[in-house]
């Protein structure tokens, strides 16, 4: 069902080769067996299998050439070491969600569920969060998982590995009971040496290339050993070239020896492979993907505290150092008058006055946009890179990558445009700024916005969490000294940064709603610099809204296995 033909895989410098024109034919409907030392490309040739990472040679399933995993939806599924499923959900939510991303039949997701909670033994435990499984009842949930689509062959990678000698024999219980029952192929890298005997074909990978596939009692012949437990020492004791040779020459005395009439012949090109199921729409995968989310926020009990804290707690400190000048800012919360304007010209202390109360407003507008900026980060620098192996998993499963990508900036989306309207609301009622409600509240709401979406495409872009974290918490740090309005700017370096600086513009936009009050005539007493008007700060804002949404989608088409 399965076999490649000179697999090469090199890093992407090319300086490194990973696996030396591998070429392997695995049994269809029976248990295959990877082994080889550690580190000697077993997982990558695995990976080069499916269209993961990018190889020189061939690759097929059922006669028909692998170009890219999306060959293999509904046909192979792939099951990484450990699960990676949301530890939040439940074991029956977590494969129905799956169910729900891949077959478009609701009566046929329900049949498959409760079927599948059988096979892998789970279905006592169809309550219990993943959270809380035991090591071999996670190996389970991983093959649960892989089973939603029921392909008819899977590849596991070290599903046993970690596990206590009894969860161990259950799970390979478990798919040699799949072979038995329902036909399925399955190729298992494992590092149990003494569990060979459970496979009917076992192949040896060495320095990155197959140097031996056959059952065990041919593996112990060909490689001169009592038992498997000694094959590692053997194999170390000899060049690879010696392997590699050796493996030649048994192949074509194989391919020499005269076949007898009667005897079957594995069936690698013409397997009979199901259909897949017919997958939802773009338009369904997005649904449920959204309320995916949303049940792991309100069930993420740390995530979801910080987000009310933060929300909530942020508009107050504004309004805790606006505390001293709130009747000096109220009193001149008014509309300009020709009173207002000659008593500043005329009155210097009422002048000094009015500026320290207009020096105050600006700085409590800019304080609310960095606060609103740092919001943002929160919302998205975490929120791809943090489940990004399961994302490629579930790619693997059929998922589409714009319903993926539109569900997780709609997410962020509500959360930051919820967070700018309760900061506009709060500080405008407490300290009575004045200006227009909707220009305001578009300002800050894009404010946040606008940078919690370049915070998610710097998510999408990075495997690391940690890395598109620090680089979201850089970008926030230099809102404020680039932005120019604290500190001055050299003039060629003002429109070098600006139009970058997501801080400048909600200021500007927000000063400048006061147009027709006496705050703007204080502040442009003494600054003739150029402020944007609220248009023009909506539509910059965006704009960097949209660079953010153009970087999630790039970041999400590209393939990033770790």
């Known amino acids: ?113 409760e079927t599948i909670l059988t096979v892998i033994g789970l279905a006592e435990h169809r309550s219990k969060r993943i959270e809380s499984l035991s090591g071999g009842q996670l190996r389970r949930i991983g093959l649960g998982l892989e089973l939603t689509l029921d392909p008819p062959c899977l590849i596991c990678d070290e599903v046993t590995s970690g596990l206590d000698p009894l969860s161990e024999d259950q799970i390979l219980a478990l798919m040699r009971r799949l072979c038995r029952e329902r036909g399925k192929t399955f190729l ?101 993907l959204l309320r995916r989310r949303f049940t792991l926020f309100f069930r993420d009990s740390g995530y979801l505290w910080l987000t009310l804290a933060i929300t909530f707690g942020f508009p107050c400190l504004v309004v805790i150092f606006a505390l001293d000048g709130l009747p000096q800012i109220q009193g001149m919360a008014l509309e300009r008058s020709v009173s207002f304007i000659e008593e500043m010209r005329q009155n210097i202390a009422f002048k ?38 399961l994302y490629e998993k579930e790619r693997l ?19 930051a445009f919820f967070q ?45 969490a940690e890395k598109a974290s620090l680089l979201s918490i850089y970008l926030v740090g230099f809102q404020l000294p680039l932005s120019g309005v604290v500190l001055a700017l050299p003039d060629s370096l003002v429109w070098v940064c600006r139009p970058f600086i997501n801080s400048y513009w909600g200021w500007a936009g927000y000063l400048s709603s006061m147009l027709d009050t006496r705050f703007w005539d204080a502040f442009r007493e003494n600054n003739a610099q150029w402020v944007a008007s609220p248009g023009q700060a909506v539509a910059v804002l965006a704009l960097q809204g949209a660079v953010g949404v153009a970087l999630v989608l790039w970041g999400c088409s590209r393939k990033q296995w770790n």
């Open 1 to 113: 069902m399965i076999h490649c033909r000179a697999l090469t895989v090199t890093t992407p410098d090319g300086k490194t080769t990973l696996l030396r024109g591998a070429t392997a034919d695995f049994l269809p409907g029976g248990m295959n067996a990877v082994i080889g030392p550690s580190g000697c490309g077993k997982t990558t040739l695995m990976k080069a299998v499916l269209g993961i990472l990018p190889a020189q040679g061939e690759a097929f399933c059922g006669g028909e050439r692998i170009t890219c995993p999306e060959d293999l939806v509904g046909r192979v599924g792939f099951a990484p070491q450990f699960s990676i499923a949301q530890p939040k959900l439940t074991v029956e939510e977590s494969l129905r969600y799956a169910l729900e991303l891949c077959v478009s039949d609701p009566g046929e997701r329900s049949r498959r569920l």
């Open 188 to 288: 298992c890298i494992i590092h149990n040496l003494a569990k060979l005997d459970c496979f009917d074909r076992i192949t040896v990978v060495y320095e990155g290339d197959v140097v031996f596939q056959g059952t065990l009692e041919e593996l112990c012949a060909f490689f001169e050993i009592p038992d498997a437990l000694h094959l590692y020492d053997r194999l170390n004791a000899e060049e690879l070239s010696h392997w590699q040779d050796k493996w030649s020459a048994a192949n074509t005395a194989a391919d020499a020896a005269p076949t007898p009439e009667n005897s079957p012949q594995p069936a690698f090109s013409t397997a009979n492979i199901p259909a897949p199921a017919r997958r939802p729409g773009g338009v369904g995968q997005y649904l449920t």
């Open 352 to 389: 000094i006055n009015a500026m320290e109360t207009t020096s105050l407003v600006t700085g409590l507008i800019m304080f609310q946009v960095i606060l609103l900026t740092l919001m943002g980060s929160n919302n998205g620098a975490r929120e791809i890179a943090a489940e990004r192996t």
């Open 397 to 415: 499963s059929g998922l589409g990558v714009i319903p993926y990508a539109l569900a997780k900036i709609t997410f962020v989306l509500l959360i």
């Open 420 to 464: 700018g309207a309760w900061m506009t609301f709060f500080v405008k009622v407490i300290c009575r700024f004045p200006g227009p409600w909707l220009t305001q509240f578009a300002v800050l709401m894009l404010v946040c916005g606008s940078m919690t979406l370049v915070c998610l495409g710097f998510s999408a872009l990075f495997k690391s």
